[in-house]
C-alpha cells in the first residue's frame, strides 16, 4: 500500500511565504513523477508543479500563474516533494493535493497516487 502524507499550508497575509511538503511511503518500486495540483472553490483541479525523475530527472514544470513565484524540489532518497511558494496572491488560495505517479512494488503498471489535501489561504 502507498500512501502521500502532506504537510504545511495554512493562513498567510498576501506577499507571505509558505512549504508544503509531501512524503510518499510505502511499497514503491519506482516514482515517475511528483507534484503538486491545487482546487479552488467553484474550480477544476489544475497543475501547480511537478518534478520529473528517471531519464528526465530533475525537470520541473510549473503552471504560468505560478513562475517565479513558486519552486518545487524533491528528495529521491527519502521520497519527499516540497513546494516553497513565494510572493502568495489572495488567488492562490485553493487546496493544494500532492500526487505521485509511481509504480508500487509487485506491479508493472505506474499508478497515479493523491494526497488528502491541505488547505492554503491567502488573505489579509
Known amino acids: 500500500q502507498v500512501q502521500l502524507v502532506e504537510s504545511g499550508g495554512g493562513l498567510v497575509q498576501p506577499g507571505g511565504s509558505l512549504r508544503l511538503s509531501c512524503a510518499a511511503s510505502?511499497?514503491?518500486?519506482?516514482?515517475?513523477?511528483m507534484g503538486w495540483y491545487r482546487q479552488a472553490p467553484g474550480k477544476q483541479r489544475e497543475l501547480v508543479a511537478v518534478?520529473?525523475?528517471?531519464?528526465?530527472?530533475?525537470?520541473?514544470n510549473y503552471a504560468d500563474s505560478v513562475k517565479d513565484r513558486f519552486t518545487i524540489s524533491r528528495d529521491n532518497a527519502k521520497n519527499t516533494v516540497n513546494l516553497h511558494m513565494n510572493s502568495l496572491k489572495p488567488e492562490d488560495t485553493a487546496v493544494y493535493y500532492c500526487?505521485?505517479?509511481?509504480?508500487?512494488?509487485?506491479?508493472?503498471?505506474?499508478?497515479?497516487?493523491w494526497g488528502q489535501g491541505t488547505q492554503v489561504t491567502v488573505s489579509s
Open positions: 500526487n505521485a505517479i509511481l509504480t508500487p512494488i509487485g506491479s508493472s503498471v505506474p499508478r497515479n497516487y
Open positions: 510505502g511499497s514503491i518500486f519506482s516514482i515517475y513523477a
Open positions: 518534478v520529473m525523475s528517471g531519464t528526465s530527472g530533475g525537470s520541473t
